[in-house]
């Protein structure tokens, strides 16, 4: 096991080479100094914040932990040179970036400053952009996640990039629950991997508690796939457990598209809408516990969620289970 750990654990300057996935409203100080302290790599949520609440968010959490932690950081925020300068003077370990993909600048102006990058790759071909354009580590998520999500299944997306990326240590991420899902993905290459919904029931996890009990209450088909209705309006789609928050989404869509039509607002603002409507609508249900009218994004790991755990409970969950998986192999393979 220590020698699986050894690619990811060296990159992440963390015990077990596991991300806690970046969820907005739930990866705040709380949660990512927690998952950092279990010995992890707590990632914050920057979401739709300012480079005022994001720099208060970072020093709360190096108040709660002296381990590394990192800032994931949305590439369609109107202020992203700001919030990377932000990381910066606040001395950030590692940016994640997501939603888009960054600039060689970006990239470079983060590693100037000895701070780590890690970005999202959803094909082959992006992948080694990214590596061209001197990214230090990807991260592969298959539509199993919840939020935000790419189109391709983390089966597929293993089995197309790992084999053939060899320059940059990646990360796998989801529909990850078990610790023997996370030994297969070692043994096939992979640095480590990224964890969010197993996370979202921790006690930890300022969530409120309506939102923990859907969690606990769902199997995996409850956590569906928003649905895009004009492709003039192109927005990634997000995984969530099915409530009113679905249909308010559509009728979200058809404002925006009939103000764009009107040229009322452009492309990029409706965009934008959208992206302040899934702040706003997980916002009512993390934090007001509104699970009727609020958005529920889950992965479809939700299945695996059974019970309140502390932080420190589910690694040593997922570590029992990796070494389980190991020694039942072993066993096997010396009986064979």
Known sequence: MKKLFEKGNSFLGTKYPI???????????????AISNAGGLGVLACGSMDTTKLEREILLTKKKTHKPFGVNLILLHPEIDELIDCCITSNVNIVVFAGGFPKKSQIDKLKSKNIKTICFATTIVIARKMIQNGIDALILEGSEAGGHIGPVSINVLVQEILPNIKEVPIFVAGG????????????????????????VCANESIAHSKFKNIFIKSEARNAQISVKIDDRLPVIPVRAIENSATQNFISEQKRLINLVEKKEISLKDAQLSIEHFWAGSLKKAVIDGDVESGSLMAGQSVSLVKKLQSVSEIFKELTQQIESQINFEQKDSNNG
């Open 19 to 33: 991300l806690g996935g970046a969820m907005t409203w739930v990866s705040e100080s709380n949660l990512v100094s």
């Open 176 to 199: 990850i629950g078990r610790g023997e899902v996370i030994l297969k993905f070692l043994q096939l290459g992979a640095a480590g991997c990224q964890i969010g919904t197993r996370f």
